[in-house]
């Protein structure tokens, strides 16, 4: 069975540190780019960041520049959500979602339609 889970979310106090995992089952993640995506109370979905499966370039929506970082380990099957800095407006369930695709983008959701979804994990920034 395919599976994307996420895990290590959390209460954080603001200025705080959290690192979310993406963990993929029943496919090997090395040939998927990866996407980052929150969404908070009320609010649309936002896509955060995403990672390339080609050379595991990086890129970032503006909000969290300089704080947040996106990694992978394939040899884990693993991807990497490092949130540091935090702030009250980072509070919102985190999702990733991996397609095959050797560029990645964060832009839009639809991009990984055809591929894997997460089912979330709530990270609240509050103190």
């Known amino acids: 069975q395919v599976h994307l889970v996420e895990s290590g979310g959390g209460l954080v106090q603001p200025g705080g540190s959290l690192r979310l995992s993406c963990e993929a089952s029943g496919f090997t993640l090395d040939e998927y780019s990866i996407g980052w995506f929150r969404q908070a109370p009320g609010k649309e979905r936002e896509g955060v960041g995403c990672i390339s499966s080609r050379y595991g370039t990086t890129y970032y929506v503006d909000s969290v520049k300089g704080r947040f970082t996106i990694s992978r380990d394939n040899a884990k099957n693993t991807a990497y959500l490092q949130m540091n800095s935090l702030k009250p407006e980072d509070t919102a369930v985190y999702y990733c979602?991996?397609?095959?695709?050797?560029?990645?983008?964060?832009?839009?959701?639809?991009?990984?339609?055809?591929?894997?979804w997460g089912q979330g994990t709530q990270v609240t920034v509050s103190s």
């Open positions: 979602a991996a397609v095959t695709a050797s560029v990645c983008t964060y832009y839009s959701g639809t991009y990984y339609h055809s591929g894997h």
